[in-house]
């Protein structure tokens, strides 16, 4: 059973820096691409980047330029950086998954969510 588990996040100051991973476990799979999204109080979740195994990258208009991914093979984890984030950044990220299963079917998978709170 596929697995992605989050860590990182929780209180952090603003101007201080971010930084999120997600694991994945479980298998066997391929990876199409991951990505992180965040739901802030009373929003909608949205994406803020994702990343492909051709290592493309993704963000979205709003965060581009400040938040970088990155994707670490050898762990199979992708990682989400922030520097000087600012209380607007609050919300729960969650980790995304493309994957191939068992074949060539894709499914989507998701981590349970990270709290991220940006103090001023």
């Known amino acids: 059973q596929v697995r992605l588990v989050e860590s990182g996040g929780g209180l952090v100051q603003a101007g201080g820096s971010l930084s999120l991973s997600c694991a994945t476990s479980?298998?066997?799979?391929?990876?199409?691409?991951m990505g992180w999204y965040r739901q802030a109080p009373g929003k909608q979740r949205e994406l803020v980047a994702a990343?492909?195994?051709?290592?493309?990258?993704y963000y979205e208009d709003s965060v581009e330029d400040r938040f970088t991914i990155s994707w670490d093979n050898v762990k199979n984890t992708v990682n989400l950086t922030r520097n000087s984030p600012k209380p607007e950044d609050t919300a729960v990220y969650y980790c995304?998954?493309?994957?191939?299963?068992?074949?060539?079917?894709?499914?989507?998978?998701w981590g349970q969510g990270t709290q991220v709170t940006v103090s001023s």
């Open positions: 990343i492909t195994h051709g290592d493309n990258k």
């Open positions: 479980g298998g066997p799979f391929v990876t199409n691409s």
């Open positions: 995304h998954a493309d994957m191939s299963v068992n074949g060539p079917r894709r499914y989507e998978f």
